[in-house]
């Protein structure tokens, strides 16, 4: 069984900074695509963003100028930046590996944003 193991999550202020952590085995993390989703309490499961193995990175909109995805392919981590939060970032935030039609999931890492 792959384990994702993510760390980092908590409460924080509205307008505050939280750093993610995701660590993933060697061999999965040197051939995937690194994501991060999240889920709030009765909404479906959504995109946050994806770190390629080739560099590029897609954002959804909603985070884009706030989040900020990094891999440290030393570590086998990437990692998510998290800044300016706001309440509507409030959810359990997902770590994801893609490698061709092999996906892989972290248990999840809880963000509350509230003052």
């Known amino acids: 069984q792959v384990q994702l193991v993510e760390s980092g999550g908590g409460l924080v202020q509205p307008g505050g900074s939280l750093r993610l952590s995701c660590a993933a085995p060697t061999s999965i993390f040197s051939d995937s695509a690194m994501g991060w989703y999240r889920q709030a309490p009765g909404e479906p499961r959504e995109f946050v963003g994806r770190?390629?193995?080739?560099?590029?990175?897609w954002y959804a909109d909603s985070v884009k100028g706030r989040f900020t995805i990094s891999r440290d392919n030393a570590e086998n981590t990437v990692y998510l930046y998290m800044n300016n939060l706001k309440p509507e970032d409030t959810a359990v935030y997902y770590c994801?590996?893609?490698?061709?039609?092999?996906?892989?999931w972290g248990q999840g890492t809880q963000v509350t944003v509230s003052s």
């Open positions: 770190a390629f193995t080739g560099g590029s990175i």
């Open positions: 994801n590996a893609q490698r061709g039609a092999e996906i892989y």
